[in-house]
Structure formats: structure tokens, C-alpha cells
């Protein structure tokens, strides 16, 4: 295998490599290799199938003909099973939203790929299928019945089986017809990447590029758009998606008429259909095949299921309700997905900097309490803070800070109530004065209570500059 992935790196270099790595290929059965010697970097494919193999080739050149990010492939084996192509580096766009992914919370940077990535998609479906020939598709030319139920029975046999669920099959296949025929009255000629999600997006010349497209047909735009934005452990939130999916749709109007709200009924079906196919994916690769990544992304999937299934659907009544009792089984309600807000409270003082955040969110509220005025004038109060009776008195009776505070209230309270509601899990509040020793010390004390009080939550409070860090555990 390596001699000839090595024989391929010498007709394309001209010397032989001096490293061979095998790398990491998640799910798939492929196998991939970094091949290097001095200044070359290539990536060796070892295939499965030769079927599969001519696929991705065939449509690696024809992409690249129609000017799309795909890596080039420089030289194959004569029986198509090893290829050799453009290495694009380590960056997977799935890591390099992981700040966000992990948070719920997408800084400025991630979502400006996330919307590169999907103004590539746009192009990606409508290029691609120009002058292709799908009889080159494996396994399937496009995405038709046969496709359909073939992903409902893997859902059915795979997982929902697997769970021990007791369900009436007759019934289950009523409704498994029904979402059938309502997807495939939106045909249209483009290109179904099928597994378009942040594993298969390489950042390249901070730009995306597309990979491991081989399963691809012809098929309807909705379902790529469904597997990227619905992909189990994206974490994108339902605005996030909004926005995405605007951005998406901006850019297919360049190519083809686009009724914006049909787009958006017909894509709720595709969005059901497509976590069933990835659930029933990961009931066989995690527990037939034993892969853990597999089996820790069935949380994140049954959490995805959990929040379409608040939305309902009267096209598929006994399908919910299945889906419902499946979702509220023993194993799936002990795994939650979600962890609590946690909200951390600094005082600081401003002649040594803003805290950090070590979140990953790039930090939080900033409350300047300089303008109150100062106890740290008075030489009787220079070895007390915020935190002891003579100041909290000298505070409270010149009456300064407790409007300051109620304000700061006001706004954090908006946020910590929407942060609950949206699953993040990061806030952080702080106050800042001269020395960060009295007033800073009080508001930050006073805002931790406050917050930990009201709404029931962890709060981590830190006064830096006294060295004191204090826990208010959840309620």
C-alpha cells in the first residue's frame, strides 16, 4: 500500500518521500497519509472501493474545470484504489469554530467563514452540476426513492431497534411514505453533496475548501443546507442558523428564482429527514462497528431531535410521537448536552488591566465604577474593602453606587435570562475602580449575590487584586 502510494509521490516529484503518516479518518473506511520529503507535502488516499474511488476522481477534475476550491489530484494507480493530491493543510473548519462550538457563542471571525462557507455551498451546488455526468455517482446518480428509504430503514434497523423501543412498524412505515413523496416534490438540477458538513470543509488561504464529496449525486439544494446547519455537534443557535441560511440563499438567487419562504417549509422536512439518517449512521458505525466518536455524537443528535420535535409536524403524527417517546427514554435523558451558565464576577483594578476571559468568548461586561466616589481617599479606610462593614456603610449611606448597581442589574439580568434560554454557557461581568479594593470589590460582591440569587445559577466570584476567589454554588 505505502509502496505504492510512494511509487505515485516519485512520478509527480521526482524523489521518493521521506515520511509516511497515516491520519486520522473519523468515519470513513478510506485511508489517508501525509507523504513529505524536502518541499513536498502530498496526501496519499488508499480507497475501498474502486467504484467510490472513480467517483471522487471524476469529480475532482470536473470541479476543478469549473474553477471550485476542491484539493488536485496529481497521479492514481492504474486500478483507481491509490491517489495522490494537494495537500491543504490541518485546519478543519470544524476546528475552527471550536471556541464557538463549544460555547454556543461564534466571535466575529467564525462567522465570517461560516458565511464564506455557505455562499461556497450556493456555488458549489449549482457549478458543480454544470456539464456533469451523474452516472459517475456512486452509489446512487441522484437522490430519488430508492435513496430515501434506504436512509429511513438505516434510522429504523440501526437505531430506533437498538434503543428497544416498542413501536408499530405498519404504522412507522405510513409516515416513512409520507415524508418520502414531500421530498421529492422539490427537485432540482444541482449538485447533493450529501455529506456536507464542518469535517469535510478544510480552511486553505483563509478560504474553505471542499473534501471528501465522493457520495454526491444530483439531488435537492435543501439537504446539504439541512446536514451543514443541523450537524450534530455545530451548536449553532436557531438566530445563528437564520442568518446563515439568509446568507445561503443570497447567493442562490445569483444562480436560480428562489421563494424564500417555501424554501424555508420545505427545508424543515429535510432537516427531520437528515438527523435520521445521521442517527441511524451513528446507531451503525457506534454500536455495530464500536466507534466511540460515534456514540459520543448520538447526545448531541438526540438534542438536535429534542428541539425540532417542540415544532411538531401533523404531516408525520405517529412518527412524533415514536420520536418523542425515543427521545425521552432512560439513556437519552440522563446524557444531557447542555451545561449550565456559569457566570463569573471579577473585581479589578484599571491600572493593571481588564481580567482575561479564558472562556473563549472574548469577554463580557466592563463596569467603570471610578466615577462613584471614593472611599480609598480617607486614610481610615485604607486597609478595609468593599468586602467589610465601614465601607459597605460609607458606600451605601453617600448613595452613589446604588443606582450604579441597579443599572448594571438591569443589563446583566437581560443577558443572564437570555444566555438560560439559549443554552450558553459563559458570562462574565466585571468591575473595575482605581485599586480594586473598594468600590469595585462592593459592586462585584453585590452583582455575584445578586445574579446568584435571582436566578438560581453558579456564580465564581473573583476579587483579583485581594487574591480572593469564592463559589455561590447553582441553587
Known amino acids: 500500500m505505502n509502496s505504492e502510494l510512494s511509487k505515485l509521490f516519485l512520478q509527480h516529484t521526482g524523489v521518493m518521500p521521506a515520511d509516511v503518516d497515516q491520519l486520522s479518518a473519523s468515519g470513513s473506511n478510506r485511508r489517508y497519509f501525509r507523504l513529505t520529503a524536502p518541499g513536498h507535502s502530498l496526501i496519499g488516499v488508499q480507497g475501498t472501493s474502486a467504484d467510490e474511488n472513480k467517483a471522487f476522481l471524476y469529480m475532482a477534475s470536473h470541479f476543478r474545470l469549473q474553477g471550485l476550491n476542491v484539493p488536485e489530484v496529481y497521479a492514481q494507480s492504474a486500478d483507481s484504489m491509490t491517489y495522490i493530491q494537494q495537500d491543504l493543510g490541518d485546519m478543519l473548519l470544524f476546528n475552527y469554530i471550536a471556541e464557538g462550538r463549544k460555547t454556543g457563542v461564534f466571535c466575529e471571525a467564525e462567522k465570517q467563514m461560516l458565511r464564506k462557507t455557505m455562499r461556497a455551498l450556493a456555488r458549489f451546488q449549482v457549478k458543480g452540476a454544470e456539464n456533469f455526468n451523474f452516472s459517475m455517482c456512486y452509489p446512487q446518480p441522484e437522490f430519488n426513492l430508492r435513496s430515501i428509504q434506504w436512509d429511513l430503514s438505516y434510522f429504523k434497523y440501526c437505531f430506533l431497534k437498538a434503543t428497544g423501543l416498542e413501536f408499530q412498524e405498519d404504522r412507522l412505515e405510513t409516515d416513512f411514505e409520507r415524508i418520502a413523496f414531500i421530498l421529492l416534490q422539490r427537485r432540482t438540477d444541482t449538485f447533493m453533496y450529501r455529506d456536507f458538513q464542518s469535517r469535510n470543509v478544510m480552511i486553505y488561504n483563509d478560504e474553505p475548501w471542499f473534501i471528501d464529496f465522493q457520495g454526491g449525486r444530483r439531488g435537492p439544494v435543501y439537504y446539504d443546507v439541512a446536514s451543514f446547519l443541523w450537524q450534530a455537534k455545530a451548536n449553532f443557535h436557531p438566530d445563528l442558523r437564520q442568518e446563515l441560511i439568509d446568507v445561503y440563499l443570497d447567493e442562490l438567487e445569483k444562480y436560480m428564482d428562489v421563494d424564500r419562504d417555501d424554501f424555508r417549509e420545505m427545508l424543515r ?57 425515543m427521545t425521552e427514554l432512560k439513556q437519552f435523558k440522563e446524557v444531557s448536552v447542555r451545561k449550565p451558565l456559569v457566570v463569573r464576577v471579577y473585581s479589578f483594578s ?76 459563559n458570562l462574565m461581568v466585571s468591575f473595575g475602580c482605581t485599586g480594586g479594593q473598594h468600590r469595585s470589590v462592593y459592586a462585584a460582591q453585590k452583582m455575584a449575590e445578586h445574579i446568584n440569587r435571582k436566578f438560581g445559577i453558579e456564580v465564581q466570584l473573583i476579587h483579583r487584586e485581594q487574591n480572593i476567589e469564592t463559589t455561590l454554588p447553582a441553587k
Open 350 to 425: 484599571y491600572k493593571k488591566g481588564i481580567p482575561q476571559d479564558d472562556s473563549g468568548n472574548g469577554g463580557g461586561f466592563v463596569f467603570d465604577c471610578r466615577a462613584v466616589n471614593n472611599p480609598g481617599k480617607y486614610e481610615r479606610y485604607t486597609f478595609f474593602t468593599g468586602m467589610d462593614e465601614p465601607v459597605i456603610r460609607f458606600l451605601e449611606e453617600d448613595g452613589e453606587i446604588l443606582p450604579f448597581l441597579e443599572s448594571a442589574y438591569s443589563l446583566v439580568d437581560a443577558s443572564v435570562k437570555r444566555y438560560i434560554d439559549r443554552g450558553f454557557r
Open 269 to 325: 422536512h429535510f432537516v427531520l429527514f437528515r438527523t435520521l439518517q445521521v442517527l441511524g449512521a451513528y446507531g451503525f458505525r457506534g454500536y455495530f462497528e464500536k466507534k466511540p466518536h460515534f456514540l459520543q455524537s448520538i447526545p448531541f443528535a438526540i438534542e438536535n431531535l429534542r428541539q425540532l420535535l417542540t415544532e411538531g409536524s401533523e404531516d408525520y403524527p405517529y412518527l412524533i410521537e415514536v420520536l418523542r417517546r
